[in-house]
């Protein structure tokens, strides 16, 4: 059962930006820290931005006030507004979440 579903992705010129989403079909995602991740073929999957089932976020210092990690309960649905985006944030985005599930990946290139 697919769980996770990433969307959003696509091609963008630098400094252009993209809402990412992650459309949750667990009940338990309100409870659960979820994590964006985002990986570039050859190097390890890095931690792109995480927030708590009460919203609090935490960002890697490479997207620090660019991109904006955010939830809807209701929706259950997790998204990662990326602005100002830059050629080394092309990379394959996945969603985690708080009980191991990880999505099939969105792809995010960003070229002129």
């Known amino acids: 059962q697919v769980q996770l579903v990433e969307s959003g992705g696509g091609l963008v010129q630098p400094g252009g930006s993209l809402r990412l989403s992650c459309a949750v079909s667990?009940?338990?995602?309100?409870?659960?820290?979820m994590t964006w991740y985002r990986q570039v073929p050859g190097k390890q999957r890095e931690l792109v931005a995480q927030?708590?089932?009460?919203?609090?976020?935490m960002y890697a210092d490479s997207v620090k006030g660019r991109f904006t990690i955010s939830r809807d309960n209701t929706l259950r649905t997790l998204y990662l507004q990326m602005n100002g985006l830059k050629t080394e944030d092309t990379a394959v985005y996945y969603c985690?979440?708080?009980?191991?599930?990880w999505g099939h990946g969105t792809r995010v290139t960003v070229s002129s």
């Open positions: 985690h979440s708080g009980w191991g599930a």
């Open positions: 927030i708590s089932p009460e919203s609090s976020a």
């Open positions: 667990n009940r338990y995602f309100a409870t659960s820290t």
